[in-house]
């Protein structure tokens, strides 16, 4: 019986698997097992050797089954323990680098620009770019023999054969805004205008599309005098700082009598751009008192109504607000550019909490 036991708890401690133990289990203690074969010569035994034997056949058995289950679950222990540690994740690691996008600078000037008049108390208005040429040029006094059609570089839409409507243009300004918000909603107005804008012209300042926020505001009393307080008054608060040096040109545009331009100082030292220093002179905007024909074409009776329009370069305030020498690199979609001069997607500019914090 000695042997039996150290023979099967040998077997048991060296099992490597459930398998294994199960064979063991029959051979030694299964009915048909090497224990059972023994209690089977119990009959054979004199009464006195079966009262001896008998307890320890039992003892035998107990003690091969419960070396079985602890076996069994040291097994289990460590087939759990190779899974955790094969199976292991560290849920504290960092997670992969969030691709997160940026508000673009363009963006990001339109709607600084679009709180500032908002507290001036315009409103927003937007129309199509893909502009009927009545809107874009006859509208605002620009006749079809008309220079300023050459002159603004002008894409012109295909029509289709036969159809011999004058084409479609992409819009060369937002001012045809002017005529549909006229038309939409009347006089009094005060209306900004934000969009895209397109013109055949390609150099460091100059891009095929770029953003124009066109301005206006008619009513029975307003003068130039507002517009140079309302353009001052913009310029302060979108360059956030309290002087700024604009330079007033008289100019000429179809749809405004007087015009004029006006110029920001500027300097390009060694490609930097600078607002507000240097000798160099950056065109900002046109501006004027909106001419008698258009806003009777904006359907309003220019003898009661007078106001003053103005058409502001997005993407250059941008350039200069934010130093960006080049104009061309605001439409190349480059990551790395778009990075550094991105904004968070969620600021929100805003004139209490500031604008481009
Ligand atoms: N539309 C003019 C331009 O694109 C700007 C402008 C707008 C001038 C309104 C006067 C009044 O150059």
Known sequence: ????????????????????????RVAA????????????????????????????????K???????????????????????????????????????????????????????????GF????????????????ALNIPGHHPARAEMDTFYMHRAEGDNRPPHVLRTHT???????MEKQGAPIRVICPGG???????????????????LAIDQDISMANLKWVLEEFV????????VELRFRASHFPFTEPSAEV???????????????????????GSGMVHPKVIAAGGIDPDVYQGFAFGIGIDRLAMLKYGIPDLRAFFDSDLRWLRHYGFAALDMPNLHGGLSR
């Open 1 to 24: 019986m000695d042997d039996l036991k150290a023979k099967y708890l040998g077997q048991i401690a060296d099992a490597g698997d459930e398998n294994a133990l199960e064979a063991i």
């Open 29 to 60: 203690v299964g009915k048909k097992g090497e224990v059972a074969l023994k209690m089977r010569e119990l009959g054979k035994m004199t009464p006195e050797e079966r009262q001896v034997a008998g307890p320890a056949l039992n003892a035998l």
């Open 62 to 120: 107990d003690e091969i089954n419960s070396a079985l289950s602890a076996k069994k679950a040291a097994l289990a222990d460590a087939a759990l323990d190779e899974r955790l540690r094969t199976e292991w994740l560290d849920v504290t690691l960092p997670t992969r680098a969030r691709r997160q996008g940026s508000i673009h600078p363009v963006s990001q000037a339109t709607e600084e620009l679009t709180a500032i008049f908002a507290e001036l």
């Open 123 to 138: 409103s927003v208005a937007e129309g199509p770019r893909i502009e009927d040429d009545w809107y874009n040029f006859d």
């Open 175 to 181: 001012s045809p805004v002017q005529i549909r918000s």
């Open 197 to 215: 804008v397109y013109r055949a012209d390609y150099d460091q300042t100059h891009t095929p599309m770029f953003h124009q926020v066109e301005g």
């Open 236 to 243: 302060k608060a979108f360059f956030e700082v309290d002087d």
């Open 263 to 285: 110029d920001i100082r500027c300097s390009w030292d060694n490609g930097q751009l600078k607002i507000g220093e240097g000798d160099d002179w950056m065109e900002i905007l």
